[in-house]
């Protein structure tokens, strides 16, 4: 019986620690488009958020990326055309204590105690502009720490993992 209940407890701690961190960064790519062809950019849609300030931050963090990828922003006749989009939702999970007389888990009592998170999904649109065709995408889910400060730092570390091998580079196969 008392191996049950630890095995129990590990494994709601093991989900609730599991779930509350859900960093995810994943990106996909036309495979048949030459990424080393397009040399600039423009935005064509701001990121939109409630976040007061977070749709200038997630635009500099991305412009920083494609800067630093050799591409050049500019305010007409891009070749590549950028958009944005940043949407939360609230989660909810629930963990439970239990109180026991030492080791034997002899009487005692339980608690479950439900928890309230917000998790964000950074999405980043790249279209060849004159095609208009989507040509890389990518797609950060984490959730959303309340101060501020860390809130930046995590979508800058998101939007950077999000770069991380653009511009793709298509492999020919054997």
Not at 12 to 40: E, G, P, Q, Y
Not at 71 to 78: K, W, Y
Not at 116 to 121: A, E, K, R
Not at 153 to 164: L, P
Request: with cysteine; aromatic share 10%; hydrophobic share 40%.
């Amino acid at each position: 019986m008392q191996a049950a209940r630890i095995c129990v407890v590990f494994a709601i701690a093991l989900f609730a620690a599991t779930t509350l961190r859900a960093d995810k960064v994943r990106s996909d790519f036309d495979h048949s488009v030459n990424f080393s062809n397009f040399r600039t950019f423009m935005w064509i849609r701001e990121p939109v958020t409630n976040e007061p300030f977070a749709a200038e931050r997630i635009r500099k963090s991305v412009n920083l990326q494609l800067t630093a990828r050799g591409l050049r922003q500019v305010s007409e006749g891009a070749d590549l055309a950028i958009g944005a989009n940043l949407a939360s939702e609230e989660k909810h999970t629930w963990e439970t204590y239990y109180s026991g007389s030492g080791w034997d888990w002899g009487p005692g009592w339980t608690t479950t105690v439900e928890k309230t998170y917000d998790v964000g999904t950074l999405t980043v649109d790249v279209f060849d502009a004159k095609t208009k065709k989507i040509v890389w995408q990518g797609i950060g889910i984490d959730t959303i720490p309340s101060k501020a400060e860390k809130r930046i730092k995590d979508r800058d570390k998101q939007i950077e993992k999000m770069f991380r091998d653009f511009p793709p580079v298509v492999r020919e196969t054997d």
